[in-house]
């Protein structure tokens, strides 16, 4: 196609009104044409005008079931598309954009619908070559999780406000705004749901497999992302993944492989960079176990901004304290803890002195332990004198220890402080306000945040998380990552992502590391998602969040 012809279509948007209210039968005769080059029983994705085969990846051992209220059967479900326009001003500037909310249906050897990937496109309308124009892939983690959370707290044109955020209300009135620091000056943004989480649907159970799983995720992933860009015609536009906590590992995962092939096709899909929140990435195990070396250690960072926060044991600033104990941790302690009862008394004493003052922790409980600091403890040990216990997503957030405390936690989907604050809050703000803005209008529940994660297949064929982001930008020179973490995250410690820096083997001069005095949801706090999106913003337009 001439250079020319192209940049027209770019500037002259598919007409839509035909994908309106295309009929279910319409849909189904459109997609039957596209199964009649299949040679298998693989699902597949459908968005008008474009079938992408999904490949079978994984397999799930255990029993799977929807929490829902409603039981939608594949015959009766009808995919749903609301499109609105609107405007923003940022910096002074009125900036007009549209949004599309639908369903990008899983189909499958059959043409019956089996589950639905829910997206929230972010794309303003006065720009005429859009083939330069960045689109962000935004979401979050869980796995099993909604994207409520980047939604209604970063990434939406409309957003919660932060008053004290490590002092937030459960109980409303909540204040939703115009973001001020939304990114779509500079990027459209499509927002996720994954299959069975938010708006997203699994209607078929026995088609779990394709989609509960680190690689299936991925795979749904791609084949959502290939379809989107070619319906809306955004194939040359730079593309980037942000995905928070489990979502760094489905964005490594789904570009490496994309950069690679999948185990039975290859994409056609390329990424700019990542942005990873509250880093999952590893070269050990699914989400960061079993590394070769002391969790102790990894830990150590957090244990400390942590300690600083509530204990104010130095007046250095959150990130000078961390980095200090961080040197303490990589020089001194993990030599302490490899050594074990080698350890001289005098040098133990050191050990245990330097570890209490920068993580907090007791000397009864360091001896107690061997040195060693569970990350569990941690959270009832650093404010145990003062009958508290520290949240795991942030870990400026309290409440009062309960007992058992690990049994209890166990027992419970999401049961934390910062989730005992903010959850009602993300879910207002979205149901109430966010969806109406967008003229959302569905008859079926918004699952925040599911049970997959205790079915999800671990599997890992093509590398660890690490070997995959590492395997993507080797095979993608222009590729960078951009890892934002806060200090104060005891889910996904920052001691993680200076760990897998030092030995994923991943091209140093285009990767990108800061810290925020925030908890695992960056973004929480006026400051805090200002700085955040400023320095997206930069990693965007090619430079370095600093």
């Given at each position: 196609m001439p250079q020319a012809r192209r940049k027209q279509l770019m500037r002259s948007p598919p007409d839509r009104s035909e994908c309106e209210n295309v009929p279910v039968h319409s849909w189904h005769h459109l997609i039957t044409a596209a199964l009649q080059f299949k040679q298998d029983d693989r699902p597949c994705i459908f968005l008008p005008f474009c079938a992408v085969e999904l490949y079978h990846i994984g397999n799930i051992q255990k029993e799977f079931t929807m929490y829902r209220t409603e039981a939608i059967k594949p015959d009766d479900f009808k995919p749903a598309r609301f499109v609105s326009e609107h405007t923003i001003t940022l910096n002074g500037v009125e900036i007009p954009y549209q949004t599309i909310c639908e369903d990008n249906v899983f189909y499958n050897a059959d043409g019956k619908p089996v589950a639905s990937i829910f997206s929230y496109a972010y794309l303003r309308t006065d720009v005429e070559d859009v083939s330069n124009r960045p689109v962000i892939f935004a979401y979050n983690g869980g796995p099993g999780s909604s994207s409520v959370y980047v939604h209604a707290g970063c990434f939406g044109t409309r957003r919660v406000t932060y008053g004290e955020p490590d002092?937030?209300?459960?109980?409303?009135?909540?204040?939703?705004?115009?973001?001020?620091?939304?990114?779509?000056?500079?990027?459209?943004?499509?927002?996720?749901?994954?299959?069975?989480?938010?708006?997203?649907?699994?209607?078929?159970?026995?088609?779990?497999?394709?989609?509960?799983?680190?690689?299936?995720?991925?795979?749904?992933?791609?084949?959502?992302?290939?379809?989107?860009?070619?319906?809306?015609?955004?194939?040359?536009?730079?593309?980037?993944?942000?995905?928070?906590?489990?979502?760094?590992?489905?964005?490594?995962?789904?570009?490496?492989?994309?950069?690679?092939?999948?185990?039975?096709?290859?994409?056609?899909?390329?990424?700019?960079?990542?942005?990873?929140?509250?880093?999952?990435?590893?070269?050990?195990?699914?989400?960061?176990?079993?590394?070769?070396?002391?969790?102790?250690?990894?830990?150590?960072?957090?244990?400390?901004?942590?300690?600083?926060?509530?204990?104010?044991?130095?007046?250095?600033?959150?990130?000078?304290?961390?980095?200090?104990?961080?040197?303490?941790?990589?020089?001194?302690?993990?030599?302490?803890?490899?050594?074990?009862?080698?350890?001289?008394?005098?040098?133990?004493?050191?050990?245990?002195?330097?570890?209490?003052?920068?993580?907090?922790v007791s000397r009864e409980y360091l001896l107690a332990h061997g040195l060693k600091i569970d990350d569990n403890d941690y959270r009832q040990e650093v404010l145990k004198t003062k009958g508290?216990?520290?949240?795991?997503?942030?870990?400026?957030?309290?409440?009062?220890?309960?007992?058992?405390?690990?049994?209890?936690?166990?027992?419970?989907?999401?049961?934390?402080?910062?989730?005992?604050?903010?959850?009602?809050?993300?879910?207002?703000?979205?149901?109430?306000?966010?969806?109406?803005?967008?003229?959302?209008?569905?008859?079926?529940?918004?699952?925040?945040?599911?049970?997959?994660?205790?079915?999800?297949?671990?599997?890992?064929?093509?590398?660890?998380?690490?070997?995959?982001?590492?395997n993507a930008m080797t095979r993608r020179p222009g590729m960078r990552t951009f890892f934002a973490n806060g200090w104060f995250d005891l889910c996904t410690e920052f001691g993680h992502v200076f760990y897998t820096l030092d030995h994923a083997g991943l091209p140093k001069d285009r990767v990108y590391v800061k810290g925020y005095p925030s908890g695992h949801m960056i973004y929480i706090g006026e400051d805090n998602v200002r700085e955040l999106s400023n320095d997206i913003r930069t990693f965007i337009l090619g430079g370095k969040p600093e």
């Open positions: 002092r937030p209300s459960a109980f409303g009135p909540f204040e939703v705004i115009d973001n001020p620091d939304c990114l779509i000056d500079v990027a459209d943004l499509v927002i996720v749901d994954p299959v069975g989480c938010g708006y997203g649907m699994l209607l078929d159970e026995k088609e779990k497999d394709h989609f509960l799983g680190i690689e299936a995720d991925a795979e749904a992933l791609l084949n959502f992302i290939e379809a989107w860009c070619l319906r809306y015609q955004r194939g040359l536009s730079p593309k980037y993944l942000a995905g928070e906590s489990y979502g760094c590992t489905r964005s490594a995962t789904a570009a490496g492989i994309a950069a690679t092939s999948g185990k039975d096709r290859a994409y056609g899909v390329a990424f700019d960079g990542i942005i990873m929140i509250g880093n999952t990435v590893t070269v050990g195990e699914y989400f960061g176990r079993n590394v070769p070396v002391e969790e102790s250690v990894l830990g150590f960072p957090t244990y400390a901004g942590v300690n600083w926060y509530h204990n104010h044991p130095s007046d250095q600033s959150v990130e000078e304290f961390v980095m200090e104990a961080k040197a303490f941790a990589d020089e001194d302690y993990v030599l302490a803890l490899y050594k074990g009862e080698a350890l001289s008394e005098e040098k133990k004493e050191y050990i245990i002195e330097k570890v209490s003052y920068y993580t907090g508290k216990a520290v949240s795991r997503y942030d870990g400026r957030m309290t409440r009062p220890m309960l007992e058992p405390w690990k049994d209890e936690e166990r027992k419970a989907l999401w049961d934390d402080a910062t989730a005992d604050r903010y959850d009602t809050y993300f879910y207002a703000a979205l149901t109430g306000d966010i969806l109406p803005y967008l003229n959302v209008k569905l008859d079926r529940t918004y699952v925040n945040m599911t049970m997959y994660y205790k079915n999800w297949n671990r599997t890992c064929e093509f590398g660890t998380t690490g070997e995959q982001l590492r």
